[in-house]
Nanobody
Framework: VQLQASGGGLVQAGGSLRLSCAASGTIFSIKNMGWYCQAPGNQRELVASITSDGSTNYADSVKGRFTISRDNAKNTVYLQMNSLKPEDTGDYYC????????????????WGRGTQVTVSS
């Protein structure tokens, strides 16, 4: 299973970016999907997550500005980032709990390569 993230870049404060992350490979279904941010010198932290039925969870710092969504038919998760702030700068990683086979049950916790987001003041 591979996760391919895209959509990062350089943007001014107040601007917007949309990140995408598509899963490929042997996939029966995907449970939780999420986005994490690792700022320089910091640990990787959860930004937002979404369950298979669409329930979402956000870090307090991004509530009201970021929206996570997913397209189950495309095995893709999105992160719409609005009103970006310099403190949102970091490498963004997507994560997915992928069910590879149902019988026997086998799942993997997959990570994509980071996509860099830089917000200038």
């Amino acid at each position: 299973v591979q996760l391919q993230a895209s959509g990062g870049g350089l943007v001014q404060a107040g601007g917007s970016l949309r990140l995408s992350c598509a899963a490929s490979g042997t996939i029966f279904s995907i449970k939780n999907m999420g986005w994490y941010c690792q700022a320089p010198g910091n640990q990787r932290e959860l930004v937002a997550s979404i369950t298979s039925d669409g329930s979402t969870n956000y870090a307090d710092s991004v509530k009201g500005r970021f929206t996570i969504s997913r397209d189950n038919a495309k095995n893709t998760v999105y992160l719409q980032m609005n009103s970006l702030k310099p403190e949102d700068t970091g490498d963004y990683y997507c994560n997915a709990r992928v069910v590879v086979t149902k019988i026997p049950y086998f799942s993997v916790d997959s990570w994509g390569r980071g996509t860099q987001v830089t917000v200038s003041s």
